[in-house]
């Protein structure tokens, strides 16, 4: 998901240094008929952008998930989730 979060980005002409974008995925198992089984994939994100581009990110975060290839091929099968942690930069001068 990280990749393509990161494309969409640059599709919407934000570039992001690869300091500033960066992930952490945890995966959440459950006991299924005693067997444990992955159930659900969390992707934390961590962003540093330029304040004027906030806008453009958050429509970028709201559907690259639709557009992830391993999110869709997960879909029905395993619940994935994201939440991201912004912090703005204020604009070059």
């Known amino acids: 998901m990280l990749g393509t979060l990161n494309g969409a980005l640059e599709v919407r002409g934000i570039r992001l240094a690869p300091e500033d974008i960066s ?30 581009a906030r806008e453009t990110v958050d429509r970028a975060l709201a559907s ?8 869709r091929s997960l879909e029905g099968a395993i619940e994935v989730s994201w939440t991201a942690e912004i912090e703005e930069t204020p604009p070059a001068s």
């Open 64 to 71: 690259h998930g639709d557009k992830c290839p391993t999110a």
């Open 23 to 52: 992930a952490e995925v945890e995966g959440i198992n459950r006991l299924r008929d005693r067997m444990p089984t992955l159930e659900e994939i969390i992707v934390h994100y961590r962003l540093r952008v330029p304040a004027e």
